[in-house]
Nanobody, 121 residues
Framework: QVQLVESGGGSVQPGGSLRLSCAAS????????MGWYRQAPGKQRELVAG???????NYADSVKGRFTISRDNAKNVVYLQMNSLNAEDTAVYLC???????????????WGQGTQVTVSS
């Protein structure tokens, strides 16, 4: 059973920085992609940033130039460095991993429990 453990959320003032981490463990055969989503109260869940096994990344327009996603393939860990945070970044951030648990398995979505990021003065 694939498990995702997130860390690094918290409260920060506008203009501040936070770094999120998500470690995947359990029955992992291969990981195709890792990413971060966020969901603010009353809003739909949105993709913040994603990174595939080859290293290509994509970002939501609202975070380009401020957030950086990276991964450690050897440790199955994905990071999200968030700089120049503003109030609109306040949300629960969820780690997502698209992985196979065996060579014959299909690619499945796995989700972390979410970590709160609050940007407020």
């Amino acid at each position: 059973q694939v498990q995702l453990v997130e860390s690094g959320g918290g409260s920060v003032q506008p203009g501040g920085s936070l770094r999120l981490s998500c470690a995947a463990s359990g029955g992992i055969f291969s990981i195709n992609a890792m990413g971060w989503y966020r969901q603010a109260p009353g809003k739909q869940r949105e993709l913040v940033a994603g990174i595939i096994s080859g290293g290509n990344t994509n970002y939501a327009d609202s975070v380009k130039g401020r957030f950086t996603i990276s991964r450690d393939n050897a440790k199955n860990v994905v990071y999200l460095q968030m700089n120049s945070l503003n109030a609109e970044d306040t949300a629960v951030y969820l780690c997502n991993v698209k992985a196979k648990s065996a060579w014959y398995d299909v690619i499945r979505d796995y989700w972390g429990q979410g970590t709160q990021v609050t940007v407020s003065s």
